[in-house]
């Protein structure tokens, strides 16, 4: 596969995350919203042409066949966790967080709101598929807002006019609205455009809930989450799953930027609920 000379649009993988969580700000008005293009600085908009162009059902299958195998580490949460953390850039050391804080934030944000610890979990592992950048996997296979790929593109997806680029826009039969898929299979059967979130559900799905599983596995499925696309293609499992993904949505999006956690003080916390749901080493 050749990708394009320059992978890498964004400062930072974070970078998209943050576009995402102006998108959505709080209180923000519909007129707001409709113009997201006005936040998207020039690295994003290049990120999501890169995304929406490469992002093919055949390279989604390649990838899903490399790393849905799982055969590629043996590693602890934790041992993925500092791995991620690794992920260092120019950010400022000072008021960025590190990968390992994110997750921290985002898992007591939910502690706090008193949910079960399933759920606390699914926080302080959600972003761990985000090692695949240091796979070496470009930034457009890594994050971004993921969308089935053989079926027609929903214009709910944010720059739309991007999957022009794609050579799956010039396969007709990909471009019905149920393309390859059948009315109501459930997403379980549907290719989604591969990423982050893809990768951690597959490495975690055996040890979580059904309800935790969705909530990695979709968390970036913004169209469908948050505006209601591709309904024709989900069944009712995933009608009723997916008010836990609109449930953990919120965390996702509005953990960044408060105060640092106290990572030492909460650590064993953190160690005991890790090691309630996961072995010491899984396969990644
Ligand atoms: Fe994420
Ligand atoms: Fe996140």
């Known amino acids: 596969m050749q990708y394009n000379a320059d992978n890498t649009p964004l400062q930072h993988v974070d970078e998209w995350d943050e576009f ?5 700000r709080q209180g923000k008005s519909e007129e707001e919203f409709r113009d997201y293009k006005a936040d998207a600085n020039p690295t994003v908009t290049e990120f999501y042409r890169q995304n929406h162009a490469h992002q093919t ?7 899903k066949a490399e790393y849905c195998s799982l055969s590629r ?3 602890s949460i934790w041992e993925m966790a500092e ?8 950010s400022d050391p000072d008021t960025d967080l590190t990968q ?3 997750l921290l934030q985002t898992a007591e944000a939910i502690r706090k709101d008193g949910h079960p610890r399933w759920f606390i979990l699914a926080g302080f592992v959600h972003d ?3 090692v695949l950048c240091l796979y070496g996997e470009p930034q457009w296979a890594v994050v971004g807002d993921t969308f089935p790929a053989g079926c027609g593109y929903s214009d709910q997806i944010v720059f739309p006019e991007f999957f022009a680029a794609n050579p799956d826009s010039k396969i007709p039969e990909y471009q019905t609205e149920y393309g390859i898929y059948e009315p109501n299979c459930g997403l379980d059967k549907a290719h989604l455009s591969f990423g982050h979130d893809e990768y951690i559900y597959q490495a975690t799905r055996r040890y ?3 309800e935790a ?3 990695l596995r979709y968390h970036s499925f913004y169209a469908a989450h948050r505006h209601g696309a591709y309904r024709h293609l989900m069944n009712e499992q995933d009608e009723r799953m997916f008010e836990w993904v609109r449930k953990f949505n919120p965390y996702d999006l509005y953990s960044k930027g408060r105060e640092r956690p106290k990572t030492q003080e909460i650590l064993p916390f953190y160690q005991d609920l890790v090691s309630d749901f996961f072995p010491d080493r899984i396969a990644w």
């Open 100 to 102: 390992i804080e994110h």
């Open 128 to 130: 761990l598929g985000k």
């Open 83 to 90: 791995y991620l953390n690794t992920l260092v850039d120019d």
């Open 213 to 215: 599983q969705y909530m």
């Open 73 to 75: 580490d043996k590693k």
């Open 208 to 210: 979580l809930p059904e």
């Open 20 to 24: 995402v969580a102006t998108r959505y």
């Open 57 to 63: 059902l055949d390279f989604v299958l390649s990838k």
